[in-house]
């Protein structure tokens, strides 16, 4: 079983819509856990972190359960340059130093 | 500020050879982690160094070894190269004790023919 699984996707949205990206992890002593935006070809680069409370930054808002081990993000108004790849990521804690185990990536695709 | 820098940004290997990829970490980043990113998958992690050690380590061969210099930066071997092991190879670096947040390099491509 991998450590963390993701929407398979794509999605094809128009410009303004509203999105969801889900995410599961197995491991339920995971301690941290982010969202990660990669353009093609390109290195990731962290969007959000992700906390029980639930957090917002402009457009974009994250969601943590861990009772069910869910992760969410939900992006409204959508740009073009939203287009991207958005990996859900969960770092392991339960060792000395921390690892980060990452989806393979929901693509979205955001067009005019 | 400079960012995470990695070098080569390309590279072109033949199956059998050795090659040795380099990572020097953001200002104030002691720690240095790689992943391997295969076509079409998310970053797969390698291994980690801090203060000069492998902490820790992903499910690897030891064809892939790596070091750690005092001033942090890193580099990533692979020996007797094969063809799976194309892929981009990300390094990333994070704070003394901020292991949970890990900044990107902008990777090295490895093609092996």
């Known amino acids: 079983r991998k450590e963390v699984e993701q929407d398979p996707g794509p999605f094809n949205v128009p410009e303004g819509a509203t999105v969801a990206f889900n995410c599961t992890y197995s491991?339920?002593?995971?301690?941290?856990f982010f969202w990660y935006r990669q353009d093609c070809r390109k290195e990731p680069k962290l969007l959000m972190s992700?906390?029980?409370s639930g957090n917002e930054d402009g457009r974009f808002t994250a969601q943590l359960n861990r009772a069910s081990q869910y992760i969410s993000l939900l992006i409204r108004d959508s740009k073009l340059s939203d287009s991207a790849t958005y990996l859900c990521?969960?770092?392991?804690?339960?060792?000395?130093?921390?690892?980060?185990?990452f989806g393979r990536g929901t693509q979205l695709t955001v067009w005019p | 500020d400079a960012g995470v820098t990695q070098s080569p940004t390309h590279l072109i290997k033949t199956r059998g050879q050795q090659v040795t990829l380099r990572c020097s970490p953001k200002?104030?980043?002691?720690?240095v982690s790689w992943y391997q990113q295969a076509l079409g998958q998310g970053p797969q992690f390698i291994f980690q160094?801090?203060?000069?050690?492998?902490?820790q380590r992903g499910n690897f061969p030891d064809r892939f070894s790596g070091h750690q210099f005092p001033n942090y930066s890193s580099e990533l071997n692979v020996n007797a190269l094969l063809l799976g092991d194309s892929a981009l190879y990300l390094c990333?670096?994070?704070?003394?004790?901020?292991?949970?947040?890990?900044?990107f390099g902008p990777g090295t491509r490895l093609t092996v023919l």
């Open positions: 990333a670096s994070s704070l003394p004790r901020r292991w949970d947040t890990q900044y």
């Open positions: 160094y801090y203060e000069e050690e492998e902490r």
């Open positions: 200002s104030g980043h002691d720690t």
């Open positions: 491991n339920s002593a995971s301690q941290s």
């Open positions: 990521v969960v770092n392991d804690r339960g060792s000395t130093l921390g690892r980060l185990y």
């Open positions: 992700v906390y029980s």
